[in-house]
């Protein structure tokens, strides 16, 4: 697994380079900003949280004077929260229109990062196992369980990993729509890879004089 100089141009989109002679680019994709919001920046519980907040005081403020004043407290706590919402969404929809996922015939290449760019590639033979997680709207994460030493920061790949797994961070396809399309692309993909015969090269072999 590696990552790419920050400030390098891309010779392709969401590629540092053009694939090497016989690898394939099989999908490209990128969350669903919705739905990354939803998942990763947990829009629904803010807006939850808002909600009781706004019911909160515009219901002790109508104990006391009623419609009026329910209204006058309630209000601005209610715009409040929709900015509050709003910004929330950007911050998703900014990492969404940043992000590039792309599955080619040997590896997953993660281009992430709205602020500072950066991209990681992983080879087959460094997954050890994918999880994917489906959302009844079609969108879903694909979880990738990497293999050997390679440590990646939680706080580099955020929010494209797999929550809940703290110990050990788990690059993932974040929000994707058609998730289980591309799940099994993946997993065709890698199986294709995995059981290619590697074919290595011996040195020649001095000739034996026949007596």
Known sequence: MSDHDDFAFDALPGLPERPPQ?????WQGRPDAWALARDAFKLRWFASYFAII????????????GLSLALAMGLPYLVLGLLGLAVIFGLAWAQARATTYTLTTARVVLRIGAALPVTFNIPFAQVGTAALDLRRDGTGTIALDTTGETRISTVALWPHLRPGHWSRTQPALRAIPDAARTARMLADAAEARLTQPAVTRT????PVAAE
């Open 54 to 65: 706004v019911l909160w005081r515009a219901g002790s403020a109508f104990a006391d004077g």
């Open 203 to 206: 040195p020649d072999l001095h």
């Open 22 to 26: 016989g690898e394939l680019i099989l």
